[in-house]
């Protein structure tokens, strides 16, 4: 019966395609077959999903997309034994900031084993994240996971009363131990908690007084640091993260053109739906569609200066932010399926361009 169902939901997206861009059925067909092998290894979801039904788009533009299945063949170009630098958030602010590079400071690490960090305070038990919270904690601050994923487990903690033992979130308030029993799935790597950034005002003019990251996924290569795909994800509403979190929050992704920075394409997640056709931020009502991204060349420099740092992470995704303090890195990331499925998503663009297919190739 479920098979019956997908076959009937994909019948109908290919008469859909058929009306709209003119292309016949078995056609779809052809190119969904063919999209199906390596290295492409579409599903054919994503054939509709990415909008390949299109009649201008040729055999060379379809050739680029690429397929969550893939993801067996385009992780191996980052080594294994690397994974913590992207994965651990201690990790990544030492070396970053050893080698000289802007990172959002963190004031205190809770872990049990009481991780080191450089002028941030060590914290092991309820009591001493108490204690911090009252007397020393240079509030707003961001509480998030060292190991964290997906924008889950943030929290902006705006002030704590200590008689009551309530903290003041964005949203509402919430007492220490009901935060850590929220958290408590992330307790064993433990949490930081971090300053709260400001956006430029170029940034503030366009979405508003929220942190907002871009997206740079990049290849190492032998030639340097290349860019495959950006977007720029935009907080709306009271989200404090900019994640879509399954397209589920409002919030945008907006994708532009790699070279001039210029936005070509906007989304919006709507309870697990994606709209599209936005020219807008709904908050704002500042135009998006056509403009530049806020100080884009800057970040873009930014990324490919830091990736040369990390040689064996060779398919990096940074998230790259412009505050009132400067161009920053939030963190380094290991491209997975997701960042693949939702640039190309949005973009309409394939990232299997000449150089990601040669590198897959060595791997």
Not at 6 to 18: F, H, V, W
Not at 42 to 54: G, H, I, R
Not at 86 to 96: E, G, L, P, Q
Not at 110 to 124: G, M
């Amino acid at each position: 019966m479920k098979h019956l169902k997908k076959i009937s939901q994909l019948y109908k997206q290919a008469q859909q395609a058929k009306n709209s861009f003119g292309k016949p059925i078995l056609v779809q067909l052809q190119e969904m077959w063919r999209l199906s092998k390596k290295p492409n290894l579409l599903s054919p979801s994503e054939y509709y999903d990415f909008q390949s039904a299109k009649s201008e788009f040729d055999k060379s533009t379809l050739n680029n997309f690429i397929g969550y299945r893939a993801y067996n063949q385009y992780s191996k170009l980052n080594t294994s034994g690397w994974h913590g630098i992207a994965n651990d958030k201690i990790i990544f602010h030492s070396v970053m900031k050893a080698a000289g590079f802007d990172v959002p400071e963190i004031y205190a690490v809770y872990n049990a084993h009481k991780r080191p960090l450089e002028n941030a305070e060590q914290l092991s038990t309820p009591s001493e994240l108490h204690d911090f919270l009252e007397f020393r904690c240079n509030f707003p601050v961001i509480i998030k996971p060292i190991h964290g994923y997906y924008g889950q487990g943030v929290y902006l903690l705006k002030g704590y009363d200590a008689d009551t033992g309530l903290l003041e979130l964005a949203n509402g308030q919430i007492s220490l131990s009901a935060l850590l029993s929220e958290l408590s799935h992330f307790l064993d790597t433990g949490l930081i908690l971090q300053e709260k950034l400001s956006p430029s005002e170029t940034v503030k003019e366009i979405i508003g007084n929220t942190l907002s990251s871009v997206r740079f996924i990049l290849l190492l290569t032998e030639a340097g640091p290349t860019v495959q795909g950006v977007s720029w994800k935009i907080p709306t509403g009271s989200n404090i993260v900019d994640n879509t979190n399954g397209w589920s929050n409002g919030n945008l992704v907006a994708c532009p053109e790699i070279d001039s920075g210029i936005i070509t394409q906007i989304c919006q997640g709507n309870n697990g739906s994606i709209v599209s056709g936005i020219t807008q931020h709904p908050d704002t009502q500042a135009t998006l569609l056509g403009q530049e991204i806020p100080e884009y060349k800057k970040q873009m420099e930014f990324a490919l200066k830091a990736a040369s740092l990390f040689p064996e992470l060779r398919f990096q995704g940074w998230d790259i932010v412009s505050t009132s303090k400067g161009i920053m890195a939030l963190e380094v990331n290991l491209v997975g399926g997701s960042t693949i499925y939702t640039t190309q998503l949005v973009s309409q663009k394939g990232l299997l361009n000449h150089n990601l297919r040669e590198a897959m190739s060595k791997c």
